[in-house]
């Protein structure tokens, strides 16, 4: 599960986001290309855009869900 105290500072601000023990494995950009990205060195990733409609809400949830080290949380 998310740790909402290790986020990467990346994350622009709203409920989602991702913390300090992704690894990274790409597999979250698959199903949210449109919410998150990589960072400069592509170490991790992080939400470049929070969710704004029923859709990207569902694409957040599935990179929750298939996230393989629970590194995305999100507050609400
Ligand atoms: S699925 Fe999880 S561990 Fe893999 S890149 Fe995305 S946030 Fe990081």
Known sequence: MADA???LPENVPGK???DDTC???HVCLDEAPMLLKYNDDQSY???FKQPSN?????AAVRALDICPTGAIGNDG
């Open 5 to 7: 105290s290790r986020k």
């Open 23 to 25: 690894t990274p494995c």
């Open 54 to 58: 029923p859709e990207e809400e569902d």
């Open 45 to 47: 990733v992080f939400f």
């Open 16 to 18: 989602w986001y991702v």
